[in-house]
């Protein structure tokens, strides 16, 4: 049981590339979310899916795309990465519904220059 | 407007102090409030409060939610440099998880 795992754990962009950020969980939650953190800002909630083929803005989604294909993967896509992207970007999940206790992935570094 | 606000926003204590971080929020239509540990890394989860007046222990430390003056404490006793980390607070809607910005603990040994 690996829980939730994310890839890379760093990444250096220029300003304008695209990327995509790998995210997948192994306990058959339903939900899945993508959080920022910045310092003093908190984590932030940029898009999230209640199931596959269900997704959903957060409070930051501008400059991120999501898709959920299957209930184990939620990819966060960078279109044209811009500096103000840099972050610390965390992935979770959690079964929906209910109270929840989420599950939070390691998490990845990114840099944009 | 922050829906979940976190008092102190840093706090530096001796090891075998008390301390008791804060965290107020606005909604008042949630499932449920979370409390998770950071260091360095992911959060780690400590507790889930759902009603009012009921404390949650795990060791040193303890929680409660009061649900009249939307609030919750968090309280560690007896703290060790272990308890070092940033403690969020986050309140779950049933589609949202809203997160306070963390109070960061220092112990001094």
């Known amino acids: 049981n690996a829980g939730v795992t994310q890839t890379p754990k760093f990444q250096v962009l220029k300003t304008g590339q695209s990327m995509t950020l790998q995210c997948a969980q192994d306990?058959?939650?339903?939900?899945m979310s993508w959080y920022r953190q910045d310092p003093g800002m908190g984590l932030r909630l940029i898009h999230y899916?209640?199931?596959?083929?269900?997704?959903d803005q957060g409070e930051v989604p501008n400059g991120y795309n999501v898709s959920r294909s299957t209930t184990e993967d939620f990819p966060l896509r960078l279109l044209s990465a811009a500096p103000s992207q840099t972050s610390v970007y965390f992935c979770?999940?959690?079964?929906?519904?209910?109270?929840?206790?989420?599950?939070f992935g390691p998490g990845t570094r990114l840099t944009v220059l | 407007e922050d829906k979940v606000v976190q008092s102190p926003l840093s706090l530096v204590v001796h090891e075998g102090d008390t301390v008791t971080l804060n965290c107020s929020y606005e909604?008042?239509?949630?499932?449920?409030l979370l409390w998770y540990k950071q260091e360095k890394k992911a959060p780690t989860f400590l507790f889930m409060l759902?009603?009012?007046?009921i404390e949650k222990k795990s060791g040193r430390l303890s929680s409660i939610l009061d649900k009249k003056e939307l609030f919750s404490i968090l309280n560690i006793t007896a703290t060790q440099t272990g308890d070092s980390a940033v403690y969020l607070c986050?309140?779950?809607?049933?589609?949202?998880?809203?997160f306070g910005t963390g109070t960061s603990l220092t112990v001094i040994p």
């Open positions: 979770a999940s959690s079964y929906w519904g209910g109270t929840n206790e989420q599950f």
């Open positions: 306990m058959n939650h339903e939900y």
């Open positions: 899916s209640v199931g596959a083929g269900i997704t």
């Open positions: 909604v008042t239509n949630f499932r449920s």
């Open positions: 759902t009603s009012s007046g």
């Open positions: 986050a309140l779950y809607t049933g589609n949202q998880f809203y």
